[in-house]
């Protein structure tokens, strides 16, 4: 990481900043002014019912029984008192307007920031030559029978595509009817299904240098949210075959298999693996955490990452780029897949005390989040569930990620509705640069690529990489 250049903000900007920094004290001034001395007993009450509800949240988590449905009562009776207090004391009203300036403040914060991001774009350039044996592998379960429901065999047929329906009783091995397709002469490869089939073909077209065509007939459809696709009409996808552009995309691969999304270990990969999480998603959620959380079920993690170290995460999760996101699950969107870098976020709660700590954001002992080219997962079993795109899978440890850079030519339409401009990250370093309060310039980490990130609030869209260790 080197010192880059800071750039000097406009006009606006400047404005901005000062308007964020007379916001922020105008909540405080008029709180203090209005309630006194009982400025500081609102405050203590509010971090204190913050403190409870969180840690009220853990023990329903990771207990059963009667614990778990007191905690649940505690976890909503104590917001609702602390709006009772408030009240009684006839101090609603300002902390309602505390607040909303506070808020606002925030808000504009963000837009002075918002010209000091680097490009979040993806860049672009033609998709050349046509493909001329195009190949799309359909799966018409998938998404709730997207499929059918957007005729998209024949809209695809009609464009000259050869199409392969998944059907039958016996489980299909995407990869090999992809590698087949290859041999014949295809010259594009595409699916129309979820992300882990996505990523099982898009592995393929990598390894044959051919491009590749995403159709958002999945459930959730991650991958394409963060291509900028249109899910709403997946149908709409396949105009890439007649006005398309391209993007190089990053792959991660993980043990040798690719993944378009991440690769979670941990907690969320153990209740997956569980036979009645598909058909009762919920309840197999609340049963499985308690034995996870107490460290009575699933392997003990160790993971190291470029001399980092995470130490028993209850949660950890590896991702094809890193979220634009604060919270502590680390999951959101990704305005760009060629970063050449795998995020990561692990997570360790033993207890409500470190289970209330989370409310410090980014520095949470038991928070971990950082970018790496690889990764490796060690643990006490010589097997372990790891969530792969959503699906689990049973690997191997010691369990390997990496990152193979602009490995996948993805071809999109032209037309779509894209992705974003993603929240810049609080930096209080740049914002009072900005502000005029300082007037040293706060120096901007270059990562290396000619791309710059700044020092970042913990919580408030930060990605700025970050480990407690």
Request: glycine share 8%; proline share 12%.
């Given at each position: 990481m080197t010192p880059g250049p800071v750039p000097q903000g406009t006009r606006s900007q400047?404005?901005?900043?000062?308007?964020?920094?007379?916001?922020?004290?105008?909540?405080?001034?008029?709180?203090?002014?209005?309630?006194g001395l009982k400025s500081l007993a609102m405050l203590a009450v509010g971090l204190a019912a913050a403190v409870v509800s969180l840690a009220s949240a853990y023990v329903f988590l990771s207990r059963r029984g009667l614990w778990r449905w007191l905690s649940l009562a505690v976890f909503i009776v104590v917001p609702i008192a602390v709006i009772l207090v408030y009240a009684f004391r006839d101090l609603l009203w300002i902390a309602v307007v505390s607040a909303a300036v506070w808020l606002l403040g925030s808000m504009t914060a963000r837009l002075a920031l918002a010209g000091n991001q680097a490009d979040w774009r993806m860049p672009e350039r033609p998709a050349q030559p046509p493909a001329r044996h195009p190949y799309l592998i359909m799966n018409p379960k998938s998404g709730g029978g997207k499929v059918e429901k957007f005729d998209l065999k024949r809209k695809a047929e009609e464009l000259g595509a050869e199409v392969f329906l998944i059907g039958g009783p016996e489980p299909v091995d995407v990869a090999e009817v992809a590698r087949r397709a290859v041999d014949r002469r295809a010259d594009l490869l595409g699916v129309a299904g979820g992300d882990g089939t996505q990523a099982l073909v898009a592995g393929i077209a990598a390894e044959h240098g051919i491009p590749f065509v995403v159709i958002s007939a999945g459930t959730r459809n991650h991958f394409a949210l963060d291509l900028?696709?249109?899910?709403?009409?997946?149908s709409a996808c396949l105009n890439a075959l007649s006005d398309g552009v391209e993007l190089q995309v990053d792959l991660g691969v993980i043990n040798g298999q690719t993944f378009v999304n991440n690769a979670s270990f941990g907690a969320y990969a153990e209740v997956v693996e569980t036979p009645a999480y598909r058909g009762d998603k919920l309840n197999t959620t609340l049963n499985t955490l308690p034995d996870l959380l107490q460290g009575h079920r699933g392997a003990r993690l160790h993971a190291r990452a470029d001399g980092t170290e995470i130490?028993?995460?209850?949660?950890?999760l590896v991702s094809n780029n890193p979220y634009g996101t604060g919270d502590i699950a680390g999951l959101g969107r990704r305005a760009r897949l060629d970063r050449s870098v795998l995020g990561v976020v692990g997570v360790t709660v033993a207890n409500a005390r470190q289970a209330a700590g989370l409310l410090r954001g980014g520095h949470a002992t038991g928070l971990s989040i950082l970018t790496t080219k690889q990764i490796e997962i060690t643990?006490?079993?010589?097997?372990?569930?790891?969530?792969?795109?959503?699906?689990?899978?049973?690997m191997s440890t010691p369990v390997r990620c990496v990152v193979s850079p602009r490995a996948?030519?993805?071809?999109?339409?032209?037309?779509?509705?894209?992705?974003?401009?993603?929240k810049p990250p609080k930096d209080w370093a740049r914002l009072r640069y900005l502000a005029g309060i300082s007037k040293t310039a706060p120096a901007t980490p270059d990562d290396g690529d000619g791309r710059h990130t700044g020092t970042a609030l913990p919580g408030l869209g930060d990605t700025t990489p970050r480990s407690p260790h």
């Open positions: 400047r404005w901005l900043a000062r308007l964020s920094f007379a916001l922020a004290g105008l909540a405080i001034v008029s709180l203090v002014v209005v309630a900028g696709l249109d899910r709403e009409d997946p130490e028993a995460p209850q949660a950890l643990a006490d079993a010589p097997q372990i569930p790891v969530g792969v795109d959503g699906e689990s899978i049973l996948l030519r993805v071809w999109v339409p032209r037309d779509r509705p894209g992705v974003p401009a993603p």
